[in-house]
């Protein structure tokens, strides 16, 4: 963290809170042996942070409670000592007073919290608090536990249940948060079925849920959740602060508002299957059809042993010209309209809002072009109004530029093969319209061909990232589209976000769905993730990466010799873990001196050369897969091609590593996921 970005938070004050029931001992002899050098790696950022230190146990005889053995200190030795004498005991049964450690954290004066100052409550903690429903609050999808989730009230100071006291679990979360407490915890080797509960629950005040008793050092996991939470994020390391989604996704499908096999076909029909439908309509249609899309994002499709998560985000891919095609009987193709298009857009835009307020989901207007009839379109992830674009027209060219034109960028749409698309020039003439590819589409993973083509662009220096797109519809069309513009059948909606089918997982810091969402919205969190690049393409399991810290992103990093990459899996999703690490490190080619350091620029060339691409596959350990996590060193003696690199051009990186993360087959299917790449600027060797 820059000293400029440190400087400007004025204080931080830490109360650490540890479980001190039998099952704990292991984090705390961690603890001991370890919380002195966190405190010193903290402060090393944060020079005015004060440290406390509570426990917490259960109400059984003998067991305490709660207890605040060191108030918040400037002195690391007093939190030392204070760390000393813990011992795990009691606890003898599964739910534990944390309830009472948030109360406290909110209410006892004696902690000592600075006014002014970032307050931060840590649990250390492997079970859950106690409550009479759990679930109450928690979204269904997350919840692995039958409603009521009883596990007893929390009688609070007094110890006795049924008196004033009693601490209700979800109101002691909203009283941290009311008092600006922000709640983080290090969940210890507890059940993962209970880990989700714990993502969502920090989540409501602010923080976030890592996990521990794996490799990684309890004193570095403190140090780790303490500077990403002050500075504002989860960490990009952690799988639970990515959300998955879709890129590719057409709501009203291969037709229009005023003619749609699934709103001609309702009782009564919602338009007119004869005649011309009015705006109400249409609006009525749209919201019908929006809600097919949004049932199948909180329950997408089981496909064979793996149950897959719901996804929070989608980006509608409205194919532009089929919005305004006439009706049947009219003249079908011929007759696209402009200006119903557009009516069309902005309707599916309104609704798309409207939706997304009542279900909290993002559902994120954009727009498809080049209907060709052969692989490969141009989708527009963002662009301020419908842009014109006709039903036949190969001209993808066109069409980037006019989003450009119009402020707007987007990506490139299924390029099955690495020749298919027709504007691969585009990304010289518009390098910052064409911001990501669909590496993954539908259930096809990408070929040689393809993985190449991404690879040898990065080369030419282009930032483009990773996304995957289902390119769901709820309706199809039947045949050429020319022939049969009318002729429609059910589309595949039903397989959206389903096991195998492609998905995008973005990191947004968890942000929230506000009040007044807006479709539209240029700097939505989503939106502005697709925008940087910080993505991975997958179709199914989740995997992250972060290169010297840093998450794949399009901002370029100052040039290194040598480079750690750590790659992060979600160990709860059923995917299990990976089976091989896959790390692609490269360079572009040096426009000062190309005598002695050309890399090849043919587009179908490849691996490029040595000299400047280089793969080496990694064998996931034992020990990594207990952790979730795997750390590679990347240097110039394993990859050559970052010995010597490149002087950059302003828009230009000179090298970038990114990684290709398999996991084992699921019903036959290989399951890969493909990180957004991370960039460094050059220098002349």
């Known amino acids: 963290m820059p000293a400029a970005d440190a400087a400007e938070v004025q204080a931080v004050d830490v109360l650490f809170v540890f479980d001190t029931t039998g099952s704990m001992g ?13 405190i010193a790696s903290v402060r090393q950022k944060y020079p005015d ?33 204070a760390v000393g004498p813990l011992s795990a005991d009691g606890g003898g049964d599964s739910p534990e007073a944390y309830g009472r450690a948030l109360h406290e954290a909110a209410v006892n004066g004696d902690i000592g919290w600075r006014s002014g100052a970032k307050q931060i409550l840590i649990l250390v903690n492997d079970d859950v608090p106690h409550d009479n429903d759990l679930n109450e609050g928690v979204p269904e999808d997350i919840r692995s536990q039958a409603s009521p989730w009883n596990t007893g009230i929390d009688p609070g100071p007094d110890g006795t249940a049924g008196t004033a006291d009693d601490i209700d679990w979800q109101a002691a979360l909203a009283a941290l948060k009311a008092k600006g407490i922000i709640f983080a915890t290090v969940f210890y080797s507890g059940s993962s079925v209970y880990k989700p509960y714990w993502d969502w629950w920090t989540k409501q005040a602010g923080g976030s849920t890592t996990t521990g008793g794996g490799t990684t050092s309890l004193g570095d996991i403190l140090a780790e959740l303490i500077d990403d939470t002050v500075s504002g994020g989860s960490g990009a390391l952690d799988p639970a602060a990515w959300e998955a989604g879709d890129v590719h996704v057409h709501s009203v499908g291969d037709t229009s508002l005023r003619d749609n096999l699934y709103c001609r076909n309702t009782n009564p029909p919602l338009i007119p299957r004869n005649g011309k439908a009015t705006d109400a309509q249409k609006e009525a249609c749209a919201q019908h059809l929006m809600r097919m899309v949004v049932d199948r994002m909180k329950a997408p499709e089981k496909k064979g042993s793996i149950t897959p998560s719901p996804l929070s985000w989608v980006v509608l891919s409205e194919h532009g010209p089929w919005l305004g095609i006439n009706a049947p009987g009219k003249q079908g193709v011929t007759d696209y309209n402009t200006a119903e298009g557009r009516r069309q857009w902005n309707i599916v835009a309104d609704k798309a809002s409207a939706t997304a307020a009542t279900d909290r989901v993002r559902m994120l207007i954009g727009e498809e ?3 060709t009839g052969t692989t490969g379109h141009f989708s527009a992830y963002y662009v301020p109004d419908y842009v014109r674009n006709g039903p036949l027209n190969p001209a993808e060219g066109y069409y980037v530029r006019d989003v450009r034109r119009d402020g707007g960028w987007g990506a490139i749409n299924h390029p099955f093969n690495g020749s298919t698309w027709g504007c691969w020039d585009c990304l010289r003439r518009y390098p910052k319209t064409i911001r990501a590819m669909e590496i993954i589409t539908s259930e096809a993973l990408p070929g040689g061909d393809l993985l190449r083509r991404w690879d040898q662009e990065l080369g030419n220096g282009y930032p483009v990232a990773a996304v995957g797109g289902g390119d769901t519809h709820t309706v199809s069309r039947v045949g050429p589209p020319s022939l049969h513009a009318a002729e429609q059948r059910g589309g595949n909606t039903a397989k959206l976000g389903a096991d195998g089918r492609a998905r995008t997982y973005v990191y947004t810091g968890r942000a929230g769905l506000g009040a007044g969402f807006n479709s539209r919205d240029q700097f939505d969190p989503v939106r502005v993730a697709l925008h940087d690049g910080t993505s991975v393409a997958s179709n199914g399991p989740l995997a992250v990466m972060t290169v010297d810290g840093a998450a794949p992103d399009s901002e370029i990093l100052p040039w290194r010799p040598a480079h750690q990459v750590k790659v992060a899996w979600n160990k709860s999703d059923g995917y299990g873990d990976p089976t091989s690490i896959t790390v692609v490190a490269g360079q572009r080619e040096d426009p000062v001196s190309p005598r002695e350091f050309l890399c090849t620029r043919s587009p179908y060339e490849a691996p490029r050369s040595e000299r400047c691409r280089n793969e080496k596959r990694f064998a996931v350990s034992s020990s990594d897969k207990a952790s979730g996590q795997v750390t590679i060193d990347v240097d110039a003696t394993g990859f050559p091609a970052l010995a010597r690199v490149a002087r950059p051009t302003p828009h230009n990186p000179s090298s970038y590593i990114r990684v290709q ?15 957004s790449p991370v960039y460094f600027s050059g220098i002349t060797a």
């Open 369 to 371: 072009m080049g209907t």
């Open 26 to 38: 292991g984090a705390l002899n961690e603890a001991k042996a370890q919380v002195t050098d966190a």
């Open 661 to 675: 993360v398999e996991f084992p087959r699921v019903d036959g299917k290989r399951r890969v996921v493909y990180t």
């Open 49 to 81: 942070s004060k440290f406390g230190l509570a426990t917490v146990g259960d109400y059984d005889p003998g067991d305490t409670p709660w207890a605040l053995k060191q108030k918040i200190t400037d002195d690391p030795a007093l939190l030392q000592a």
